[in-house]
């Protein structure tokens, strides 16, 4: 399984330097592999609504910025993106992590994993979700230059197919 | 009590062209008052809570330019863990100003917590801010101003103001607003 370094080469080749993030087990996979590198600027986030703001920031002062998080965070966004990215014209990359369809366990996950393509439609934000290791680099780098183009945050879900369920009884 | 119209005032006169994000509500009247021709302000019509938030990530992405929040009490309280994020990850040229005056003042004045228990000083070095202060006049905020603009921070300055209203309304396009921000940034 590359696909966490796969990820990280393609944010790199995107000109991505900040990556900042509330983690989980995925998103924890993909900052173990872009470990140390000082190519990246890592911000811990108390709260998936900050990166929005903060990558907002790094927008204006001329850094491109991804934020990493599980599909739960999103709901902590819904506002800071209605209000701040979306009319300000902030494009960015969300990474989501999918919580809550194949293989899950925890019941407190379902609800949000099924509203989260929902909640994304209605704010008319454009997201693709990647299913295999193959479809990686067509799909990531389509979305960021999308998302470029047209000067709005763009959202890609990691499927419990590419990254494999939590495993818990 | 200051008036944050004045503070916001002296504010600029310190400046050339820093950077100031200025949070929905009053502050943003308030700038736009006081230096509506100033192209290196960022006017925020809603997003409550995410000033400081933008502050941040331009401070870290622009290590070489002090950048300036302003924000109100009721604001921060809605994103209060920008603190933590903020004193952790310390860029040292973001100055936090913080306009308290214990209400929301833009829906009424109906009144916030710091009018009763929460001192927005304590809670930022609880956070982990070494350079945090609060003042109640006008003198006291020029000198506390002075200081932060001239030293490493980050530094929290809450500042007590009155609840007078600016009579300014910066432009309501976004695009616009950010476009001529970044511009200004460019070109520096």
């Known amino acids: ?169 | 009590m200051i008036n944050r119209l004045k503070a916001t005032r002296f504010l600029v006169q310190q400046l050339s062209d820093e950077p100031i994000i200025a949070s929905c509500g009053n502050p943003k009247f308030d700038l736009y008052t006081a230096a509506e021709k100033r192209k290196a302000n960022f006017y925020m019509w809603n997003s409550m809570g995410m000033a400081s938030s933008i502050g941040l990530g331009l401070a870290m992405a622009r290590p070489d330019r002090k950048v300036i929040v302003l924000d109100g009490d009721g604001a921060l309280l809605m994103n209060l863990n920008t603190l933590a994020t903020e004193a952790s990850m310390a860029p040292a040229n973001l100055v936090h100003i913080v306009w308290d005056n214990a209400q929301y003042q833009i829906t009424g004045g109906q009144p916030t917590h710091t009018g009763s228990k929460t001192d927005i000083e304590a809670t930022a070095r609880g956070a982990g801010f070494k350079q945090a202060i609060t003042v109640n006049t006008l003198a006291a905020f020029k000198t506390a101003l002075t200081r932060a603009l001239s030293r490493p921070g980050p530094w929290i300055l809450v500042a007590k103001t009155d609840s007078d209203t600016a009579l300014g309304r910066p432009p309501k396009s976004p695009v616009y607003i950010k476009n001529r921000f970044m511009e200004a940034l460019r070109s520096t």
């Open chain 1, 1 to 169: 399984m590359d696909w966490p370094r796969k990820i990280v080469s393609l944010l790199k080749a995107n000109d991505i330097r900040s990556i900042s993030f509330v983690p989980d087990s995925v998103i924890g996979q993909i900052l173990k592999a872009a470990g140390n590198d000082p190519y990246f600027h890592f911000t811990t986030l108390a709260r998936e609504e900050e990166g929005v703001g903060i990558i907002t920031g790094e927008y204006l002062g001329g850094r491109y910025g991804t934020l990493m998080m599980q599909g739960a965070g999103l709901g902590n966004c819904v506002n800071a993106l209605a209000s701040l990215a979306i009319p300000y014209q902030i494009p960015f990359l969300m990474l989501i992590s999918q919580r809550g369809e194949l293989g899950e366990f925890n019941p407190c996950h379902v609800v949000m994993g099924k509203a989260l393509r929902s909640i994304l439609d209605s704010l008319g934000i454009q997201h693709y979700t990647i299913n295999r290791e193959d479809e990686l680099e067509a799909v990531l780098n389509g979305a960021i230059k999308t998302a470029y183009t047209v000067e709005q945050p763009v959202a890609v879900i990691l499927s419990v197919t590419l990254v494999g369920w939590k495993d818990e009884k």
